[in-house]
C-alpha cells in the first residue's frame, strides 16, 4: 500500500548504454506514444472526411483547435498565431497525458518533474531567444516598467527579473505537484477502501464512505487534469506574448 | 530528536502555507463571482485573466506542498 509505488519508472527492454548510463525504453515512454498515437488518430480520423457539418470526432477536433486558437489569439494578437503549433501540440500532449492517467493501473507520465521541467524549458528558451532574436536589447524593456520613480527601479527590476527566472520552476512544478498530490490522494482513499474491507462485514459497510470518495476524487481529478493542461497552454500563451510584445 | 521524526513535523508545518493559497484562491474566485454576477455580459471575456491569477496563486501553495513531499519521500 506504497502510494508512491505508482509512479515507479520500470525499464521495459535496454535501447543503448552510454557509459554507465542506460538508455532503456521505459513505461513512460510507453505512456507517451500511446498519447501521441491517441492524438494522431483524433486529428488525422477527424479531418480525413472533412465534412461542412462536422460529425462527433471532426467537432471534437475543431473544438479543440479553435479552444487553443482562440485563447492564443485573445493574449498573443494575431502575431502570436506562428506559435499555434507549438501551443496546440503541447496542449494537446499534456491534456492527453494527463487524462490517461487517471484511469487505473496506468501511468501518469506528467506526474515527473523530468518531464513537465522539459516542456517548461523549452517554453523558457524560446521566449529568450525569440525575444532577442525579434526585439533585439528592447527585449530587455521587459525588467524596466514604465512609470516608475527613478530610485525605486533597480529594486523593481531586480524583481522582474527575479520572477522571469523563476518561470520555469513555477510552470513546470504546477503541473508536476498537481498530478503527484492528486494521484497520491486517490491512492491513499483507495488504501483505507481495502483496509477497512479487511475488517469484514461491518468494514465493508465503513468502505462505502472512502469508496464514495474515491469516486468523487476522480471526478475533481478529471477536472485538475483538464485544468491543468490548459493553465499550462495559457502561461505557455502568456509568457510567448512577452517575447512577441515586451514592455508593460 | 529522531531525524524521522523531525521530518514528519516538518512537512507537517510545510503544509500550513497551503492555507495560505486556499486562502487566496478562494478570493479570487469569490471575486470573479462576485463581479461576474453584477456584469455577467464581461464575464467570459475575463476567464483567461481568472485562470492566470488562479494558476499563479496556487504555485506558492504547490511550492509549500512540493517542500512537504522533498521532506517525506526525497532527502
Known amino acids: 500500500m506504497d502510494p508512491i509505488h505508482q509512479f515507479e519508472i520500470k525499464n521495459l527492454f ?19 506514444l500511446i498519447g501521441l498515437v491517441l492524438i494522431l488518430l483524433l486529428m488525422v480520423g477527424a479531418t480525413r472526411s472533412r465534412a461542412l457539418v462536422p460529425g462527433r470526432l471532426q467537432s471534437v477536433a475543431e473544438t479543440s483547435y479553435e479552444f487553443v486558437a482562440e ?10 498565431m506562428k506559435f499555434f503549433p507549438f501551443v496546440f501540440s503541447i496542449f494537446m500532449f499534456i491534456l492527453v ?50 512609470g ?28 508536476f505537484a498537481n498530478m503527484l498530490a492528486g494521484h497520491i490522494t486517490l491512492k491513499v482513499f483507495g488504501g483505507f477502501v481495502t483496509m477497512l474491507g479487511a475488517w ?15 469516486v468523487a476524487l476522480t471526478a475533481l481529478e478529471l477536472l485538475v487534469a483538464v485544468l491543468q493542461a490548459y493553465v499550462f497552454a495559457i502561461l505557455t500563451c502568456i509568457y510567448l506574448n512577452d517575447a512577441i510584445h515586451p514592455g508593460h | 530528536m529522531d531525524p524521522q521524526a523531525a521530518k514528519m513535523i516538518g512537512a507537517g508545518i510545510a503544509c500550513i502555507g497551503m492555507g495560505g493559497a486556499g486562502v487566496g484562491v478562494g478570493t479570487i474566485f469569490g471575486h470573479y463571482l462576485a463581479a461576474a454576477l453584477r456584469n455577467p455580459s464581461a464575464a467570459q471575456g475575463q476567464f ?14 504547490i511550492f509549500s506542498l512540493l517542500i512537504a513531499l522533498l521532506l517525506l519521500f526525497a532527502l
Open chain 1, 148 to 175: 516608475i520613480p527613478i530610485y525605486i527601479l533597480p529594486l523593481v527590476s531586480f524583481i522582474e527579473v527575479m520572477s522571469f527566472l523563476s518561470r520555469p520552476v513555477s510552470h513546470s512544478v504546477r503541473l
Open chain 2, 48 to 61: 483567461a485573466n481568472l485562470i492566470f491569477g488562479f494558476a499563479v496563486t496556487e504555485a506558492l501553495g
Open chain 1, 71 to 80: 485563447t492564443l489569439r485573445s493574449i498573443a494578437g494575431p502575431e502570436g
Open chain 1, 14 to 32: 535496454p535501447i543503448v548504454r552510454i557509459g554507465t548510463a542506460e538508455i532503456a525504453f521505459t513505461n513512460s515512454a510507453v505512456f507517451m
Open chain 1, 97 to 146: 497525458l494527463n487524462v490517461i492517467g487517471i484511469i487505473p493501473y496506468t501511468f501518469t507520465v506528467t506526474s515527473h518533474i523530468i518531464i513537465t521541467i522539459s516542456f517548461a524549458l523549452l517554453v523558457f528558451l524560446t521566449v529568450i531567444i525569440y525575444g532577442f532574436w525579434k526585439n533585439g536589447v528592447h527585449f530587455m524593456k521587459l525588467f524596466v516598467p514604465t
Open chain 1, 200 to 214: 469484514g462485514l461491518l468494514g465493508w459497510f465503513g468502505a462505502i464512505v472512502p469508496l464514495g470518495l474515491t
